[in-house]
Antibody, heavy 118, light 108 residues
């Protein structure tokens, strides 16, 4: 059974860089696609971007200038970096997988709340 | 970018009734690359339907998806108490992947 788990600081100062890791268990990262999705408190879902098993990336244009997603297959995890954060980046951040066969996000991590505040 | 508009915003029904949720796209979602998710408070979303009509693994058959082009529907044939939650549609036809704003299914 594939499981994903997010980890990282729950509080980030404005203008700094948010960094999160998603650890994958039960699956090899040498296949499939690995995404980050966020959800501001009380609001809807926003796709941030994904990295493929080959290391190619695809980012949401609304965040592209500030986002980097990277992959470390040896550690079975992938990472998110979001630079120059503001209060608008406060959200629950989820990691998720999709495959060529099932292109919806499945499964998801439990999510981690990141608050941007001084 | 494809904008997805879900309706209604809130749907109030009783257990045992049938629910019909709508998702309309601003342009054609090719290859029926549309998914539906259920989200309960404090939990991550759960994939229900992909490819507009294929149930994800472990999803009960009371959930069904239909539609094509720009109009898609999620139906729940007989509502169980655990079905009352938030529902989102999402397209993966073109980048960026986008979600609808959600429909809240509440107990009447």
């Amino acid at each position: 059974q594939v499981q994903l788990q997010e980890s990282g600081p729950g509080l980030v100062k404005p203008s700094e860089t948010l960094s999160l890791i998603c650890t994958v268990s039960g699956a090899s990262m040498s296949s499939d696609y690995w995404s980050w999705v966020r959800q501001p408190p009380g609001k809807g879902l926003e796709w941030i971007g994904y990295i493929s098993y080959r290391g190619t990336t695809n980012y949401n244009p609304s965040l592209q200038s500030r986002v980097t997603i990277s992959l470390d297959t040896s550690k079975n995890h992938f990472s998110l970096r979001l630079s120059s954060v503001t209060a608008a980046d406060t959200a629950v951040y989820y990691c998720a997988r999709h495959t060529i066969v099932v292109r919806g996000f499945d499964p998801w991590g439990q999510g981690t709340l990141v608050t941007v505040s001084s | 970018e494809i904008v997805l508009t879900q309706s209604p915003g809130t749907l109030s029904l009783s257990p045992g009734e049938r629910a019909t949720l709508s998702c309309r796209a601003s342009q054609t979602v090719s290859s029926n690359y549309l998914a539906w998710y259920q989200q309960k408070p404090g939990q991550a979303p759960r994939l229900l339907i992909h490819g507009a009509s294929s149930r994800a693994t472990g999803i009960p058959d009371r959930f069904s998806g239909s539609g094509s082009g720009t109009d898609f529907t999620l139906s729940i044939s007989r509502l169980e108490p655990e079905d009352f939650a938030m529902y989102y549609c999402q397209q993966y036809s073109i980048s960026p992947r986008t979600f609808g704003q959600g429909t809240r299914l509440e107990i009447k």
